[in-house]
């Protein structure tokens, strides 16, 4: 019923309309029109009969109007590029960043016969039939366009998609006649954005902690890490945790107030702020020297209570600690890595009166982590992926 009484308006503003260039759109529109949806509606009816009625000013009017009402989305920004093409007005200042998208909602809508395009255009009523009979109008100034002679490169590019959507066009973009251009420049833009200043890091790990010297008794154990860091060039400072596991290879004296006992107990954590300069990069692969310090903790005693309300008692040795390293790491992809890391720990560890636990370790880690590969977010561009998805 809606849909009735809105064409019944717009026959009859059409009618009275027509007879002057001069009427206004606001006093076409608001009066009947509640919502974007309703607004979108008579519009896109509206300004086709207009403009191919030659009652230009007009049609511009309903067309800024329903901008101004409902905010720029693709069909309003298609229409707006094409006719300062026919009209010879054409400026990248119609178009930022966000053409990206609606360039890619008008691909989907153009191969689009279910409708399921219709969820890239939010407010619009579920007329699929109009924005199809829109499409036609379009096609029309596209089509007319590409018989002028003199158009830039962008205005060839924006006619030719809009007549004909389809990636391959996107080759265009990478000729020489586009070079320095705002679209070039635009669909040149890394899909992650450009590299910040400070960019975040995130790894887990697992892997082996393997003692050295006296601490050898203990025996070598799975390990598990994560750490947080900020990237900043080449530099990557961070902070870590690693946690080892497991019963302890041969059982070891441990004084604990003032009895001996004789046991297998182990766990050992190690807190760590470390600073990584990268030394080499090629491609997606890098590698990095690290080292710094923190604090080492080992676990050695957990005895049951006496008194049942405290639980368990245990006891802890620790150290400070320092180490070096190294680590591989190959990007999967702009954002995702695995790497390998290998990590020389300097340790001490007083036992008194218990078995000699004195020496080093090291750990040998298999890593996943989140960073940022300069050389592939440079690569991985919003123009790249469409060519790519063209050559596949």
């Given at each position: 019923m809606r849909n009735i009484v809105l064409s019944i308006i717009l026959v009859c503003t059409f009618s009275f309309s027509s007879r002057s260039q001069e009427t206004n759109a606001r006093m076409l529109l608001a009066d009947s029109l509640s919502d974007c949806s309703e607004i979108q509606y008579a519009a896109m009816q509206l300004i086709p009969l207009y403009y191919q009625d030659g009652i230009v000013d007009t049609a511009s009017r309903i067309l800024k109007y329903w901008s101004n009402k409902c905010g720029t989305d693709e069909t309003?920004?298609?229409?707006?590029?094409?006719?300062a093409i026919d009209a010879g007005k054409f400026s990248d200042d119609l178009f930022g960043n966000e053409v990206i998208q609606y360039l890619d909602d008008y691909q989907w809508l153009h191969n689009d016969t279910t409708g399921a395009s219709l969820t890239a255009y939010y407010y619009y009523t579920p007329e699929f039939s109009l924005l199809k009979w829109y499409q036609t109008f379009t096609d029309s100034?596209?089509?007319?366009?590409?018989?002028?002679?003199?158009?830039?490169?962008?205005?060839?590019?924006?006619?030719?998609?809009?007549?004909?959507?389809?990636?391959?066009?996107?080759?265009?973009?990478?000729g020489k006649e586009y070079e320095g251009t705002k679209l070039r420049k635009i669909f040149n833009t890394p899909v992650l954005g450009e590299e910040p200043e400070w960019a975040e890091t995130y790894t887990m790990g697992a892997g082996l902690w393997v003692p050295n010297d006296k601490l050898s008794l203990v025996g070598k154990h799975p390990l598990v890490s994560a750490s947080l860091g900020l990237i900043r060039k080449r530099t990557t400072?961070?902070?870590?945790?690693?946690?080892?596991?497991?019963?302890?290879?041969?059982k070891f004296d441990v004084l604990y107030q003032d009895l001996i006992y004789h046991q297998d107990n182990f766990m050992e954590l190690g807190l760590h702020l470390d600073i990584s300069r990268?030394?080499?990069?090629?491609?997606?692969?890098?590698?990095y020297l690290s080292g710094g310090g923190g604090v080492e903790i080992l676990n050695v005693l957990t005895v049951s209570s006496d008194n049942s309300s405290s639980g368990n008692?245990?006891?802890?040795?620790?150290?400070?600690?320092?180490?070096?390293?190294?680590?591989?790491?190959?990007y999967l992809n702009a954002r995702n890595y695995i790497g390998i890391k290998a990590r020389y720990n300097f340790e001490n560890f007083n036992n008194s009166g218990g078995t000699n636990l004195r020496g080093n370790s090291y750990t040998l880690t298999l890593e996943y982590g989140i960073g940022l590969n300069s050389w592939l977010n440079a690569k991985t561009t919003y123009l790249n992926n469409r060519i790519s998805s063209f050559k596949r």
């Open positions: 309003i920004l298609r229409t707006k590029i094409l006719w100034i596209a089509l007319r366009a590409l018989s002028y002679t003199d158009l830039s490169a962008e205005e060839v590019f924006f006619a030719k998609y809009y007549l004909h959507p389809n990636d391959s066009l996107f080759l265009l973009l990478t400072v961070s902070i870590g945790a690693d946690l080892a596991m497991g019963y302890s290879k041969n990268q030394i080499l990069q090629y491609k997606r692969q890098q590698l008692d245990s006891k802890a040795l620790s150290s400070p600690g320092l180490n070096f390293g190294a680590t591989y790491i190959c």
